[in-house]
């Protein structure tokens, strides 16, 4: 790995033009701002689920506080790595200080497992099925993650395809145990959480599709997705992909925590949105 | 002491390759989105376990937080340290500005007995027993610590071995306390939660001893142990020991405290898990 972190200084753009540079500083403050606001309201809106399902929504909220910890990072380093020219038009250069992807992978490390432990949690399976199925899923998601790593440190399409490859092996395992294993814990589940169940985890699998996109713009090469074009429409990929996959993905998880606190206990948490015509809600209603 | 203090200017690494410092500068920044987040989640939740294990939690987050301010200090005094070259691939070499090894001293001063305490929380003994327990404990964790310094402040292998050898009679002393002692106030407690103690002590007792391994990379010697390879290597370790005996030390106290909560009282703290075939999680189910 120490070779990896080394040859990751070998990856930054020379320079990108003022309009490249402002598109990716204004998808970054985006991502801060969709993360931290998500991730408040997540902790805010606690108490509208059952207990059972309020670790759920802090894990989810936890995940977006670490990505908001690291775009504040990646935000500032870019600022560093590309200061302005002599005007506001011209392009911004390369300075010493290297544009340092390895953040984005060290947040993929903490939030990629913390995000399947959410999942888990928020179905809220007896606790020894969960425990079965995450010391399946977590460590593969690891595994995805670091060997992911040492192809990003490179623009070179060969050992970038390869570890790339390598990577989509536990990728494949993972989807194997939610939509195979998971599924057979889901018996006698009512039919609308069943089915929300299964939008989560498409939606789940289907944003992670982004990131090898992202990830392959270098292998296409060429001027464009091997240099600055590229290296914008990366960080774009990555950016939007971490939009959905976390804040996205986190609202989705409350989603379902509600939908399961109102069948669970409507009385308690339905607050006459699944049943306004029940003489209670009306009751409320009229004398309000 | 102050002798020591003074010595520890002479410690520092003259330089260190792009490469070496992205991976010390990268683990840093782990360490800080562990730490603090870990210790969020802590704070966010406690109402998931019974008042008298609230406490530990709360103590977990503290050391959390304190790491966590430490680990800003030694990621800006990294930065102003090892200033970048011309380009983003060159040596970072020393600055003006001393690289302070005395931080992780301050930190673990700190952190060191409050671990012991959030141990000796968490498992609810009687006051007088408690108290008892931390009288030995926690003085022997300070000494340890200070012993350890003026070691820290010299590369010099002597030195180095002697304070080494020192500091590990107060952690022996530590040992025998938590391993002896401890075990005669456990009777009479259930099976699970006397496994997931002894499991605790162990990881607790089992992460530190990656401390004087990384304190020792010095007295190895040679270009390598004795110079950037060594420092490198050292501060992997200590980043690497402290996310798992503070961060993940924190979570395994959370899951001793659920676990002891349930036992206590299942209706209040047993969301379903761990009984997920009783008449009352399935009576709200079929209810829906």
Redesign the interface.
């Known amino acids: 790995m ?2 990896n ?6 990856v ?1 753009i020379p320079s990108l033009s003022s309009g490249q540079y402002s598109t990716v500083y204004n998808l970054f403050s985006l991502v801060i701002a969709s993360m931290l606001f998500s991730g408040l309201y997540l ?1 805010l809106a606690q108490k509208r689920v ?3 399902y ?2 759920a929504l ?2 989810s ?2 995940v977006c ?2 990505a908001t ?2 775009y504040f ?1 990646i935000f500032d380093n870019l600022k560093e ?1 590309y200061p302005p020219g002599t005007t506001a038009v011209d392009p911004h250069l ?5 544009f ?1 992807e ?2 984005r992978y ?2 993929w ?2 939030t990629v497992p913390l995000l399947l432990v959410e999942t888990i949690a928020v179905v ?4 020894n ?2 425990k079965r199925l995450l010391t399946k899923l977590v460590p593969a998601a690891i595994l995805m993650i670091i060997l992911g790593y040492p192809g990003e440190m490179t623009l070179d399409a060969g050992p970038r395809l390869i570890w790339g490859v390598l990577g989509t092996l536990p990728f494949l395992y993972l989807v194997y145990v939610l939509f195979v294993e998971l599924t057979r814990s889901l018996d ?1 589940r ?1 039919a609308a959480v069943r089915r929300q169940i299964s939008a989560l985890r498409l939606i789940l699998v289907g944003t992670w599709t982004v990131y090898p996109i992202a990830y392959m713009f270098p292998v296409i090469g060429g001027e464009f997705f091997g240099g600055a074009g590229g290296f914008v429409l990366r960080q774009a990929g990555y950016s939007v992909a971490d939009i959905l996959a976390k804040a996205g993905f986190a609202l989705l998880i409350y989603r379902l925590a509600r939908t399961q606190s109102i ?4 009385a308690a948490y339905d607050y006459g949105e699944t049943t306004p015509t029940s003489a209670a809600s009306q009751g409320v209603r009229s004398a309000a």
Do not use: E
Request: glycine share 4%.
């Open positions: 120490a070779m972190f080394t040859a990751a200084a070998a930054s902790l059952a207990p059972r309020r670790n802090i894990i909220a936890m506080g670490i910890y690291h990072r790595s390369l300075s010493s200080v290297q340092n390895a953040y060290v947040d490390l903490l809220a399976l007896a606790r099925v969960s006698g009512p069948l669970d206990d409507p």
